[in-house]
């Protein structure tokens, strides 16, 4: 498994927290063009893009719109874990990627777990960024997140 400490979301864990973290994840390979969730999907998971590069899309009255195009470190679909609403986007590998899940359940056991806290602060951290990527979008910038 990949040492997630190379990205700044994780830069601070403890290799024992970074062991608790890695031991509730599943590695999912994607092709490029392949489909990881669509918009409208129910959300059970988040993700951490471990390589490649993936592309956040929206349809928007017959037009489609990117959100984001994020590469190694980037985590995405973590609002799933705080809300369980439907996806708000559909992610498609650019490129031939692998990222990790961390499912609902091996969330709410992480949760409990001494390496709990730091995870939501770097869930924090990554719903901030998403945030201001989305200033970004209606300020007219244009985003590559690559967190490597």
């Not at 608790?20 to 999907?41: I, Q, W």
């Not at 709410?108 to 990554?126: C, D, I």
Request: net charge negative; aromatic share 6%; hydrophobic share 45%.
């Amino acid at each position: 498994m990949i040492d997630l400490r190379r990205f700044p979301l994780f830069a601070e864990f403890t290799p024992a927290e970074v062991e608790a973290v890695t031991a509730r994840l599943r590695r999912v390979d994607l092709c490029a063009g392949e489909s990881l969730f669509a918009d409208g999907d129910l959300g059970d998971a988040a993700y951490i893009v471990a390589e490649g590069i993936v592309e956040l899309v929206r349809s928007r009255g017959g037009r489609y719109e990117s959100v984001a195009v994020l590469g190694p470190g980037a985590m995405l679909g973590e609002l799933s874990l705080v809300d369980a609403g439907p996806r708000t986007a559909t992610c498609v590998a650019i490129e031939d990627s692998s990222l990790l899940e961390l499912g609902e359940v091996a969330f709410a056991e992480l949760f409990r777990s001494p390496a709990g806290l730091k995870f939501v602060q770097a869930v924090n951290r990554s719903l901030l960024a998403a945030q201001s990527r989305a200033d970004g979008r209606l300020t007219g910038g244009s985003f590559l997140v690559d967190e490597d």
